[in-house]
């Protein structure tokens, strides 16, 4: 693998990750331009890299949650995100390796009409009812947490976007649009350190013969990621994700010309 496809492929993961733009399936379509096919264990170990931001911007809320749990004997936050995280996982677990080998989830197809179908509910989703206003994740229901965490099911197709999916049932579930994205952030926490622990107990071997170039891009996709997510946090605090989902139609308009013209 080339410096430029390493460093491109770290950056495009820590942007994409936490902008609702979807990274899987930006990198899968960077993949195929560099090198004519997706390497599924070179995804998953550039995760790592996008852990680490999130673990570095959200330090002090995650003390204070650990403090709350530990000391203030407050735990309904820390159950939101566990029951938020828990039907992502499980599916994610029990077919990984249907996920990993089907044509379906690895299709350029599947990644347009993702892309597009979650970019057109981004643009109309002020317009769509919501459940009544909550301060924060503390403040959801039970029933909210486990409703966001089904939608978050659908972030395994690649396309869809964790943060997009997430951020999208938060605000139908009566959070402000920062308040999601954070309640997001939050969840994916759990979820990542999984996947970063799966990686590397079951594929250890793929990074030790991989180390320079996997280093290098996580380096890269966790300076980018810090950007992203303090971007995304000020930017929802004024705004609504349209700009998000236009970009995602308008990428998906270019996909589908670039696959109907053989290029993908």
């Known amino acids: 693998m080339s ?9 495009i993961q820590g942007l994409t990750e936490f902008i609702p733009v979807s990274s899987s399936g930006h990198l899968v379509i960077a993949q195929n331009f560099f090198s004519g096919a997706s390497d599924h264990l070179f995804l998953e170990f550039i995760n790592l ?9 959200f330090r002090k809320r995650i003390i204070d949650i650990v403090r709350d749990i ?7 936050l820390a159950i939101n995100i566990i029951i938020t995280a828990i039907p992502a996982s499980l599916i994610g ?19 347009v009409a993702a892309t597009g179908i979650l970019g057109v509910v981004m643009v109309v989703l002020e ?21 966001i965490g089904l939608v978050q099911i659908l972030a395994l197709i690649p ?11 938060g605000r139908l579930a009566g959070l402000a649009p920062a308040e999601a994205a954070e309640y997001s952030f939050l969840v994916s926490i759990p979820i990542m350190i999984g996947v970063c622990a799966k990686t590397f107990l079951f594929d250890y071997h793929y990074f030790a013969a991989n180390w320079v170039t996997l280093s290098v891009s996580n380096l890269v996709a966790f300076i980018s990621g810090l950007f992203a ?8 605090g004024h705004h609504s994700l349209a700009i998000f989902g236009w970009y995602r139609i308008i990428l998906a308009s270019i996909m589908t010309i670039l696959l109907l013209t053989s290029v993908l």
Request: no cysteine.
């Open 3 to 11: 410096i430029i496809e390493t460093i491109s492929l770290g950056l």
């Open 49 to 57: 890299g996008t852990l680490l931001a999130l673990l570095v911007f």
């Open 70 to 76: 530990f000391v203030n004997k407050r735990y309904r």
């Open 93 to 111: 677990l029990v077919f990984a390796k249907f996920i990993e080998s089907a044509s379906f989830f690895n299709s350029a197809i599947t990644v």
């Open 127 to 147: 317009r769509l009812p919501k459940a009544s206003a909550v301060e924060d994740g503390e403040k959801l229901t039970v029933k909210r947490a486990l409703v």
């Open 159 to 169: 396309g869809v976007s964790r943060s997009g999916s997430t951020i999208v049932a």
């Open 229 to 236: 997510i303090g971007f995304l946090m000020r930017y929802l």
